[in-house]
């Protein structure tokens, strides 16, 4: 940036330091709705970007906002983008607040201005500075929607896998829907906490409604059931559906010794059986029909 | 020198790691057990590992080295409590200790122990034969 | 990148990877990394730091904590002026070892952290950085 032209900005940024914060403040309260963000605080976020402009402008580094000089104006931007994308603010309205500067600073250099051609540069010098500003606001705007979203997804995640005790020392885990990186590993984390906390011996994940599974969910299903025994648990999993088992077979994923049973009713009878329990039939008062108590399983 | 104590109940070793092991401390623990199996005809070792919040891969080999040496002496080993966040890094880690048992707690890691010692038909101070063993 | 705080370690002997351990997990707990994460990279950090005093003839540690507007990270760099690694690739191979016992090589420590780099010149040393992120 050439060297006149970021002195000529200083000193307008000094001289009608006033002036440009009114205005700039001005015109952004008029085109944000009303109560978005309130006075005070705007007046605060202005003053110190002004400041934080001037001071990297002072120190005569090149405009190129990756440079250690820019680093504090970029991080008060970042601040104020994600804080504007938590409020639920626009994208556009988060990027005004940068551009909105542009009227004010060009109408101060206007009126400073000694000749047409270094007006020019000016102005030219400051579009740039401002433009390269609010696309970074924007960039961190977006990386921070992306961010509340994924949270929120979490949450919704940790909802939906509940994990079930369905017997003494017997967890279930019923998965529903797809099976990402990240929801495994949320269920991952939550069952083998489950395991610690009600000391269960046998662990069920049942993937009945999992549509599909590819390579890489069959991996975090194995390294759950491999970390459960680890810890002394074992794991079952059940509801494989003919199209999951030919997908497994497919893949040329080895299940090794983990033990699988086409019902979670199949898988729960081995659980029983692995704990020295059986379900009998309660005897049947004399009065009744031919006695027979046969033992389930 | 510190060393970790071992705790002896019958025909079983208890070791409860409470402290963040340096190298020297785990290999003389490594002995020590070693020695107290064979002098006191231990037929079982039990060591609670959940106030260890990192195993890394020097206390798996530990781990796995002491079961060994204990099979040899013809006593097995239950490692329990091992916390999920450690079980999750060792898989991500690669580490299977190989030959370790485990057990979700003490109170398993003993019904476990017992039940193999009494099936074995060894030194047994339990009044109930257990049966169902493993 | 904003980088804010560092701290520097000696890792020359067996007490120095125990202190490693512990101050790496305070600078995790600081930044508020969860718990699965923290062990993570609390066991990497163990993994690595014996290597440089067992293989590296000792080194040292260098903390970096790492801020990137929406992310906080702690970025951990060991360096030693050691034999170095002559084969990278097979050191980043499961199951390889060049000590006694099982060997696990620095693959299943790489799949701990979110980035490893290691460069390694034998003769002149090694220098391994591994990182851990928490998004806010």
């Known amino acids: 940036m050439p060297e006149a032209s970021a002195n000529r900005l200083i000193a307008v940024i000094d001289e009608r330091f006033d002036d440009l914060l009114r205005n700039w403040i001005a015109d952004q309260l008029a085109a944000l709705r009303r109560g978005q963000i309130a006075e005070n605080d705007l007046r605060v976020q202005c003053t110190e970007l002004l400041q934080l402009i001037r001071r990297a402008l002072v120190s005569g580094a090149p405009l190129d906002l990756e440079a250690q000089a820019w680093s504090g104006a970029r991080d008060l931007l970042a601040r104020i983008s994600v804080s504007r994308a938590q409020q ?51 960039e961190v705007y977006i990386r921070a929607r992306q961010e509340l979203i994924s949270r929120q997804q979490q949450d919704m995640l940790e909802l939906s896998t509940p994990v079930v005790k369905l017997w003494d020392g017997v967890l279930a885990l019923p998965m529903i829907g797809t099976l990402d990186s990240s929801r495994t590993q949320v269920v991952m984390e939550t069952l083998l906490q489950r395991i610690v906390e009600t000391g269960s011996d046998v662990a069920i994940l049942d993937i009945t409604g999992v549509p599909t599974v590819d390579t890489l969910t069959a991996q975090h299903l194995l390294k759950t059931v491999t970390a459960a025994r680890l810890m002394g648990a074992e794991c079952i999993i059940s509801g494989i559906r003919p199209q999951i088992a030919q997908t497994i077979v497919h893949l040329g994923v080895d299940l090794g010794d983990v033990i699988t049973k086409a019902t979670l009713a199949d898988a729960f009878k081995l659980a029983l059986s692995r704990l020295g329990l059986t379900v009998a039939r309660q005897r049947v008062a004399p009065s009744a029909a031919p006695a027979s108590a046969p033992t389930a399983d | 020198m510190d060393r970790i104590p071992i705790l002896r109940m019958g025909p079983v070793l208890l070791v409860s790691i409470q402290v963040d092991m340096h190298d020297q401390l785990a290999l003389g623990l490594q002995d020590d ?8 005809g231990t037929k079982g070792v039990l060591i609670d590992i959940s106030a260890v919040s990192v195993v890394d891969s020097f206390m798996g080999r530990m781990l796995a080295n002491i079961a060994g040496v204990a099979r040899v002496l013809d006593a097995i080993t239950v490692v329990v409590g091992m916390q999920p966040a450690v079980a999750i890094t060792l898989v991500e880690l690669g580490l299977s200790l190989e030959g370790v048992r485990t057990a979700l707690n003490v109170e398993k890691g003993m019904a476990h122990l017992q039940a193999v010692v009494a099936s074995a038909g060894a030194l047994s101070h339990s009044t109930d034969d257990a049966d169902g063993a493993d | 990148m904003l980088t804010a705080r560092t701290e520097q370690l000696p890792v020359r002997e067996q007490h120095d990877i125990v202190s490693v351990r512990q101050v790496v997990r305070s600078w995790c707990l600081a930044l508020g990394l969860g718990l699965v994460d923290l062990t993570k990279i609390v066991t990497a950090a163990s993994e690595i730091a014996r290597n440089t005093v067992d293989y590296g003839g000792g080194g040292t540690l260098m903390l970096e904590e790492l801020r990137d507007g929406l992310r906080v990270g702690v970025r951990l760099v060991f360096e030693d002026q050691g034999p170095g690694i002559a084969d990278i690739e097979r050191a980043l191979a499961d199951g390889y070892s060049t000590g006694t016992g099982m060997g696990l090589g620095l693959g299943g420590t790489r799949r701990l952290v979110d980035e490893f780099d290691i460069s390694s010149t034998p003769g002149v040393g090694t220098r391994v950085a591994i990182t851990k992120w928490k998004m806010r």
């Open chain 1, 88 to 138: 639920g603010f626009t994208p556009s309205e988060t990027a005004t607040f940068v551009l909105s500067l542009k009227r004010p600073l060009f109408g101060v250099l206007h009126t400073e201005s000694k000749d047409a051609d270094s007006l020019a540069d000016d102005i030219w010098t400051a579009t740039l500075l401002l433009d390269q500003l609010a696309l970074h606001t924007t």
């Open chain 2, 33 to 40: 057990l070693s020695n107290a199996i064979t002098a006191h």
